[in-house]
């Protein structure tokens, strides 16, 4: 690596130093939210870019600045590739002496909070992307075409190939930390549980990585030595989620997490993962019976080249496991329908699953009212409901109270246009988790309303665009209604999840609080 | 490709040598000769070297804390960034840098002990000027981030090294040329040249000791030889100027510095 063929020098920006204060920006709303500290969306104030700012929260750290900040900068310095996301720069906040002598800041409480210069005080910037994959999958009505699916798992992969030739595994692939762009571009984001690792490196690593749902086996077997494989695990995961329209192995807890996989691929054994019984946790968690593969069977209904892909993808043996390189060279991005050109994507207005879990917060506090106002109505599924407009005529549409909590932008935006499927079936609908049916849910951005910024008008108003694909071919699953073959979705619990969000983000449930705690000090 | 020396924010600094021997006008305001700038960052990376010994990390650790420090004073002064609190901070953020994190409150454990050893040999009742709590360290790595404007990544002649070695046939001379490569931290020279042109004097000066013939071979390589031969030839330098140096005038030096800040 010290030793590269000379002649690639790269004309050098000249080398500014010293970091600009956060009052250059100006905080419009806040888009995300971890264990790390939070993002807003932001504007800088001589440029008028958008971007995003991600505050590396530093109370509460007896060791200084975080390690994990320190990987992500170190890593994201060296990653240079549109499917990356972008750090622009790092930003510190005035802290208070300078403010006392009359320059309050925007985050100027904060600060004094804080109490310490550097105390609350550091914040990343980047690019800003409209939508996390979660984020957009979860906007009411919301149905991705093939070919759309397609160029975000392109383009996914090709960002994961780049991290891995230059030896980083990700460590948290997962729908809220891949950001979307309205035009149509996908980027990895949140670096904060990422590693370099080189082949020659025999460490320990730790185990304790990759949100629940997203993590493989081998992992949860407690393997502390593993490659680029784990992620290509949680790319399986999505790449399903995307074509099933739910996630595939919401596991509560660990063991559970491994039941889930091991119903679907099959109970590991020598023959199929030679190794496997070496593993440290193999004789605790192996399965009592055995247990057929049966990933075919379960998602028969998926096109052949998509699911010999998953396949691969979803290989219990991370040796076996198919490579971001080999995945890129699939059938499947090679057959009609082809991936899509990113920029022929829809806009839609901004969404990321911050907002969404926001809303369905509120949602559920809706639900409790409506309980307590005895008003029937089951909604105890997670992801939200699709707006209904009339003339849409889904089954589950139901006159609804309009709740005075956010009724009044719900006719904001106008549903149509944002249905890519004609409703298939009365069970199933448009919406991606076939229980739903609160047509109350909607647009509401409550986070715009309160927050003020002037971002708060959508900015691609959906009305009139013809659904740019046809109803057919269109994955998930259709009529099968709520069948869910074992999969059942069990109202998971959405922790605090951002795009931007640091280790412990996300949407995976808790065991223990497993996926809130701080990986900081693991290697 | 991104993540090779080419691109790397070390390589778009690197700097020539007179950018790197600069002393700052408040440091020069209370005395300060570039020799004695020269002599406190020497005398600190050794320092750096001494605390690791004791808190056990890599030799790439060191590497990258003095690499650190000697970028810091490109851009700060001694007097607003004192060197006794910069060295172990370095260490401390090189050591999360390189993932072998090491806890501050050994770190401090460390400078405790060393003071009442090491350096009360150098400065009697002066002991005191290294001692600094974890409240201190913690504060001084969030302004040498600042300072390093979170450059955090360092690349280093020690992994070119043992691969020249080899392709040259001397792998005999490894420990010789490891140990040069070392003390070439005790100067600037990581901040001024490629790592792997100071891996490649390092060889030359091993195998100029060592009385080995190997002109083919650097010769195969495309590099400049001249470039390789002045880097040699600062190593070289830099050891004849050692031999002069004595106690007591990095005592001197140090004792600018004054008190703690």
């Known amino acids: ?523 | 490709m991104a993540a090779n020396f080419w691109n790397s924010t070390h390589h778009k600094q690197l700097l020539d040598p007179e950018e790197a021997d600069v002393v700052h006008p408040i440091d020069k305001e209370r005395g300060f000769t570039l020799e004695d700038f020269k002599l406190i960052k020497m005398h600190m990376a050794n320092y750096i070297a001494r605390l690791a010994q004791n808190v056990k990390v890599r030799q790439r650790v060191v590497a990258t804390a003095v690499t650190y420090m000697r970028r810091v004073y490109t851009r700060k002064s001694m007097t607003e960034y004192d060197p006794r609190l910069v060295a172990p901070s370095c260490l401390y953020l090189a050591s999360k840098a390189e993932e072998s994190t090491v806890q501050a409150r050994l770190l401090v454990f460390y400078i405790k002990k060393l003071c009442n050893n090491f350096f009360l040999t150098w400065y009697l009742n002066s002991d005191e000027k290294y001692r600094y709590e974890i409240k201190e360290i913690l504060e001084m790595e969030m302004k040498i981030l600042e300072a390093l404007n979170y450059h955090l990544v360092v690349f280093h002649p020690y992994r070119a090294l043992s691969q020249l070695l080899q392709d040259a046939g001397m792998s005999d001379s490894t420990q010789l040329a490891w140990g040069l490569v070392n003390d070439t931290y005790k100067t600037d020279l990581i901040l001024i040249h490629p790592p792997h042109l100071i891996a490649l004097a390092c060889i030359y000066v091993a195998s100029v000791l060592k009385d080995k013939e190997n002109t083919a071979w650097f010769e195969e390589l495309r590099v400049d030889m001249n470039v390789v031969k002045n880097i040699a030839m600062e190593i070289l330098d830099f050891y004849d100027s050692h031999k002069a140096i004595t106690d007591d005038r990095v005592n001197a030096a140090m004792h600018k510095l004054g008190l703690k800040a």
């Open chain 1, 1 to 523: 690596m010290a030793i590269a063929a000379p002649g690639q020098l790269n004309v050098s920006e000249s080398p500014s130093w010293g970091s600009r204060s956060v009052d250059c920006f100006e905080k419009l709303e806040q888009i995300g939210e971890g264990t790390y500290g939070q993002v807003y969306m932001a504007r800088e104030i001589r440029t008028g870019e958008i971007v995003a700012l991600k505050k590396i929260r530093m109370d509460n750290e007896r060791e200084g600045f975080p390690i994990t900040a320190i990987r992500e900068i170190k890593i994201l310095k060296k990653l240079h590739h549109e499917n990356v996301i972008k750090l622009k720069e790092i930003v510190t906040s005035p802290g208070p002496e300078k403010d006392e002598q009359g320059r309050p800041g925007k985050l100027y409480l904060i600060d004094i909070i804080d109490g310490n210069k550097y105390k609350g005080g550091i914040y990343m910037v980047f690019e800003y992307m409209d939508h996390d994959l979660t984020g957009l999958a979860d906007r009411p009505g919301m149905r991705f075409s093939v070919p759309q699916i397609k160029c975000y798992m392109r383009q996914l992969l090709t960002g994961l190939h780049y991290c891995h030739v230059n030896q980083v595994l990700h460590r948290d692939i997962k729908g809220s930390n891949l950001l979307i762009d309205n035009e149509g571009n996908l980027k990895l984001a949140d670096f904060g549980l990422a590693r370099s690792f080189s082949s020659d490196h025999n460490g320990n690593l730790t185990n304790r990585v990759i949100t629940l749902w997203y993590r493989p086996p081998e992992l949860l077997l407690g393997s502390t030595k593993y490659g680029p494989a784990v992620d290509m695990w949680s790319v399986g995961c999505i790449f399903a989620e995307l074509l099933h329209g739910k996630p595939i192995f919401p596991g509560k807890d660990e063991p559970e997490q491994l039941n889930k996989i091991f119903e679907l691929c099959g109970a590991p054994d020598e023959v199929i993962w030679p190794g496997v019984s070496k593993i440290p946790w193999y004789n605790n968690f192996k399965p009592t019976r055995p247990l057929k593969r049966r990933l075919r069977e379960v998602f028969r209904h998926f096109d052949r080249h998509a699911l010999e892909l998953l396949e691969k993808m979803l290989t219990l043996d991370p040796s076996q496991r198919i490579s971001a390189k080999d995945a890129l060279d699939a059938e499947y991005f090679w057959a009609d329908p082809l991936p899509c050109d990113p920029k022929s994507l829809p806009k839609y207005e901004s969404s990321h699953e911050f907002q969404t879990k926001k809303k369905r917060q509120q949602q559920r506090q809706h639900d409790d009212n409506a309980k307590r106002q005895k008003i029937q109505h089951q909604q105890q599924h997670a992801r939200l409901p699709p707006i209904q407009q009339s003339g849409q005529g889904h089954a589950q549409m139901r006159p609804g109270p309009n709740p005075a909590m956010h009724g009044s932008q719900a006719q904001v935006v106008a549903g149509p246009s944002h249905h890519y499927a004609k409703p298939r079936g009365a069970a199933a609908g448009p919406n991606r988790y076939p229980q739903g049916g609160n047509p109350s849910g909607g647009y509401n951005h409550p986070s715009r309303g309160q927050g003020g910024g002037g971002y708060v008008s959508g900015p691609y108003p959906p009305q009139g665009r013809a659904p740019p694909y046809g109803s057919s071919g269109m994955p998930g699953p259709g009529p099968r209604g709520g069948n869910n073959s074992g999969y059942g979705v069990n109202a998971p619990n959405y922790p605090q999840g951002g795009p931007y969000g640091g280790p412990g983000a996300g949407r995976g449930s808790n065991m223990g609080g497993n996926r809130n705690q701080q990986y900081g000090w693991q290697q």
